[in-house]
């Protein structure tokens, strides 16, 4: 009797998938992947465009600041030029701008020499550096007795210094550089009652091109007298800005 022999089945492994796999395989494999996911975290994060800071406090106040300050700063094209006879004081040619507090010679009564005062000549009257509260005095004849013109204010002691600028006028007819002396004077009153007086400033120089400024220190003065000269009697004085800075 023949035995029919049956091939010998082979021992061949099932395929074990990803729950086949050891603990350790799986645990290495999972430690590779997270590690490879933080490096392209960090790489994307570090790659990622990132916005500008905000302003801080202090940067905030800086800029609200310099806003302000921007708004508030006064156009120069704008600027509007104040008008003869209002309180706004303009600058002077040659010297600072007087004091908000100082009084001009222009709204006080003359004491003496009143007779002496005209009017600002046509051919400048209104025009630039002409109209601060002008104060016109003629020329003298300088004929015999008649070789200057004084004008007196009473100060009554109230103030410490008189600024102005003198303004010669002469026809065109006349000689341009004509002298031209302006002198201010103090009476101080002394303790027997007399008035002594004092030359306290003088101004030489001014022509009818160029204005020149007088200034003079007058405390205690009960006067102020201004005492013009010109070698051309044709001649206008013109005192524009005429100030007097009081007493503390």
């Known amino acids: 009797m023949s035995t029919t022999s049956t091939p010998e089945a082979r021992n061949v492994p099932e395929p074990r998938g990803w729950r086949g796999w050891d603990t350790g395989v799986r645990a290495t494999v999972l430690g590779t992947v997270a590690g ?10 570090w790659q990622w465009p990132k916005s500008p800071p905000g302003p801080g406090p202090a940067d ?11 708004g508030s700063a006064p156009s120069a094209a ?3 030029a104040p008008r003869p006879g209002t309180s706004s004081v303009p600058q002077s040619p040659s010297g600072p701008t007087p004091a908000a507090s100082g009084e001009y010679l222009f709204d006080f009564t003359a004491e003496s020499g009143a007779a002496f005062l005209v009017a600002v000549p046509r051919p400048v009257r209104g025009r630039d550096g002409w109209t601060d509260r002008p104060i016109a ?8 007795g008649d070789q200057e ?3 007196t204010y009473p100060v009554r002691g ?5 600024r102005a600028d003198v303004r010669p006028y002469y026809p065109p007819d006349a000689d341009q550089r004509s002298a031209t002396y302006v002198t201010a004077l103090t009476g101080t009153l002394q303790r027997d009652g007399d008035l002594v007086t004092a030359e306290v400033g003088k101004q030489q120089q001014a022509t009818a091109a160029r204005a020149q400024q007088l200034t003079a220190t ?6 102020l007298t201004l005492r013009v000269q010109c070698s051309d009697p044709n001649g206008t004085i ?9 007493a503390d």
């Not at 905030?60 to 921007?70: E, F, K, L, R, Y």
């Not at 005095?137 to 015999?144: A, D, G, K, V």
């Open 36 to 45: 490879i996911l933080s490096l392209l975290v960090a790489f994307v994060a």
């Open 60 to 70: 905030a106040v800086t800029a609200d600041a310099g806003s302000a300050d921007a």
């Open 78 to 80: 704008h600027g509007t």
């Open 137 to 144: 005095i003629s020329c003298p004849s300088n004929e015999t």
């Open 149 to 151: 013109h004084s004008i």
């Open 158 to 162: 109230r103030y410490t210094e008189f």
């Open 218 to 223: 007058i405390d205690d003065a009960e006067k």
């Open 238 to 246: 013109v005192i524009t800005g005429a100030v007097l800075t009081p």
